[in-house]
């Protein structure tokens, strides 16, 4: 099939931009002409195959490897890639990093926009996360599964594997020494100490390499189930708004929806409500998402958080901006309304909610049976969730009474006093949570997760339970009553 002429112009274009090493054109071609070019003559079918233009481009291989990489990015953003796609792209990212960091004749030349950069690292992990679910479904499914594609995932274990892309990403942190950088300045300014940053890392290129290869690894250590892990690869980078991943809109995104979420796991709800109404609030208040190419990702991780706030305000009750409450009513109301009367009801609508915001776990052992490893952290954090559920009905009465013995308690409740006493040691068990303060992401204090604690104790031979206040809430009827009693006290002085 022949090249349309202006794709030809553009493929020209493009690689004279690279040779020029002008950046600023370079960004040009991939954010805008690439684009437009694909609406036109690309919707549904691949661009010309690396192979295809090799003359256009007098054979220079490395611009090759950077079109092949964007070649192959396309057909999985727009067509369904086959065996041969998926292993031609395993290769080329292989050969783009073996470029990048083993490059006899020392660091490149080349500098790449820094939105490319980031999704290099973004698509990458993209596509082991979608081998691993397609390799998934072959082996599970034998009988139906094409044979000879089969055949090929169980002898190339080292396509797509988590070590070979793990290695990836800790080698370019390594190379570019991002971690002593970072430790030298920690929002990432303009560190041109050679000693600090290596011959590699004072170029911008390997900085922002290795800056993007650690939200990387955030996210693939929470694909495959370590959350701990991922929070502590991000322990050198400040969530605050003058982070270098800020300054790209997917990668900001990505960052929040991925420590949001490890916190979720963690169970700690706080930091979790904090963060996702962050990001949520930024979200709402930027005009020109939409115009940034990145408004369907942006779209589906606003629903993921939204989601995942419903499911952390039924578990942890906190009162959120007016602007997040009116997008969960638009987004989930139904859902909404079902978690927060509680019972045993809501417990599926949690479920519903956390199966559609999570994302899409790997598991390294792929087994036979079809375990899917979303529905393994599923059960895993909802044998959490129900017995906070189990004792939502408790907060109302308790919050009536300083003190109370325990059978009126359980006489308002409806139970005997041995199922009261499950109920308030499941309660007590669960109002405990970490809770960030200052110093790195894992760190934190233990706080109550609701507004009131109980204590157990004994009087007189009764069982007694005292209701205290674990949080610091404002009493707004006291206020009231010390205000209308100065308020009387100014009328009966201007009478006097």
């Known amino acids: 099939m022949a090249i349309p002429e202006a794709v030809e112009q553009f493929i020209k274009t493009f690689h004279k931009a690279y040779l020029d090493n002008n950046v600023y054109e370079l960004h040009g071609c991939y954010e805008s002409q690439f684009n437009k ?9 691949a661009w010309p195959s690396p192979s295809e233009i090799t003359d256009l481009v007098n054979n220079d291989q490395v611009f090759l490897v950077l079109y092949s990489e964007v070649y192959y990015r396309h057909i999985y953003a727009r067509l369904t ?8 792209s395993y290769n080329n990212y292989c050969n783009l990093f073996n470029l990048l960091l083993n490059n006899e004749d020392g660091p490149v030349g080349f500098e790449l926009p820094n939105k490319w950069l980031w999704e290099i690292i973004d698509e990458f992990i993209y596509q ?22 089969l055949k090929y995932v169980l002898e190339h274990s ?49 900085r922002n390499l290795g800056y993007f290869s650690i939200i990387g690894l955030l996210r693939i250590h929470t694909l495959l ?6 929070l502590k690869t991000m322990e050198d980078i400040d969530l605050d708004k003058k982070a270098f991943f800020t300054k790209i809109p997917g990668c900001h995104f990505t960052t929040y929806y991925y420590v949001g979420f490890c916190y979720l796991m963690l169970h700690r709800y706080s930091d979790a409500i904090k963060t996702f109404s962050h990001i949520l609030l930024y979200i709402s208040r930027t005009k020109n998402i939409s115009k940034s190419g990145q408004y369907d990702v942006v779209s589906k991780k606003t629903e993921q958080m939204y989601a995942l706030l419903i499911v952390l305000v039924g578990l942890c009750p906190t009162r959120l901006d007016d602007v997040l409450y009116q997008g969960i009513k638009e987004k989930f109301n139904d859902k909404y309304l079902k978690i927060a009367r509680g019972g045993e009801d809501s417990l599926s609508v949690y479920e519903d909610l956390l199966k559609f915001a999570s994302p899409k776990f790997i598991s390294i052992s792929i087994s036979e049976n079809g375990n899917d490893p979303v529905n393994i952290h599923l059960k895993i954090f909802m044998l959490r969730v129900k017995p906070i559920v189990s004792v939502q009905n408790l907060k109302p009465f308790i919050s009536l009474y300083s003190k109370l013995e325990a059978p009126k308690l359980a006489k308002l409740l409806d139970v005997n006093e041995n199922d009261l006493l499950s109920l308030l040691l499941t309660y007590k068990m669960n109002n405990k949570q970490i809770k960030w303060t200052q110093g790195d992401l894992l760190e934190g204090e233990y706080v109550p997760v609701h507004d009131l604690d109980i204590v157990l104790s004994e009087e007189d031979g009764k069982s007694l339970i005292q209701v205290k206040e674990g949080k610091s809430v404002r ?22």
């Open 158 to 206: 080292e396509v797509w594997s988590a070590y070979s892309v793990l290695n990836a990403l800790y080698s370019l942190i390594g190379r570019s020494q991002i971690i002593e950088q970072l430790k030298a300045n920690k929002n990432l300014g303009a560190v041109s100490d050679i000693e600090i940053a290596g011959e590699y890392g004072v170029l911008p290129l390997y």
């Open 475 to 496: 009493k707004f009827a006291d206020w009231f009553i010390r205000n209308t009693i100065k308020n009387y006290a100014v009328q009966d002085k201007i009478k006097a």
């Open 128 to 149: 082991f996360n979608q081998f691993a679910i397609y390799k998934s479904k072959l082996i599970s499914n034998k009988e139906r599964a094409d044979q000879v594609e």
């Open 225 to 230: 189930g370590d959350f701990t892990l991922a």
């Open 81 to 88: 890639p086959s065996l041969e796609n998926r292993t031609g």
């Open 37 to 45: 070019l694909t609406e036109q003559h690309y919707k549904s079918t």
